[in-house]
């Protein structure tokens, strides 16, 4: 499975913006789904995550504001960011691990990652 990440894009603060995550390869029906992302000079951070079932998850930062969400039928992960912030500025990269991982916050339980789209939050 191979995933690419879409719709990232410069945006003001207060703004709105949809990622995508698109699989090939296989399904991602089987597997968990998170975005993390990265901002320059800062670790890569959990943003939010949906398992295989449908639960969802979300950093204390993200909730109310971000909602994650997936079409099976279409291989797509999705990421809505409402409410932008500058702080929220960074490269946000989908990633696929087992379903047997519980603890879906790790980077280290995805073994699938994309190549990452860049947001930007503009004050």
């Known amino acids: 499975v191979q995933l690419v990440e879409s719709g990232g894009a410069l945006v003001q603060a207060g703004g709105s913006l949809r990622l995508s995550c698109a699989a090939s390869?296989?399904?991602?029906?089987?597997?968990?789904i998170g975005w993390f992302r990265q901002a320059p000079g800062k670790e890569r951070e959990f943003v939010a995550d949906?398992?295989?079932?449908?639960?969802?998850a979300y950093a204390d930062s993200m909730k109310g504001r971000f909602t994650i969400s997936r079409d099976n039928g279409k291989n797509m992960v999705y990421l809505q960011m409402n409410s932008l912030k500058t702080e929220d500025t960074g490269v946000y990269s989908c990633?696929?691990?087992?379903?047997?991982?519980?603890?879906?916050?790790?980077?280290?339980?995805?073994?699938?990652w994309g190549q990452g789209t860049q947001v930007t939050v503009s004050s």
């Open positions: 990633a696929a691990g087992p379903s047997r991982y519980l603890n879906t916050r790790l980077p280290t339980n995805y073994n699938i």
């Open positions: 390869g296989g399904t991602l029906r089987i597997y968990n």
């Open positions: 949906i398992t295989y079932s449908g639960n969802t």
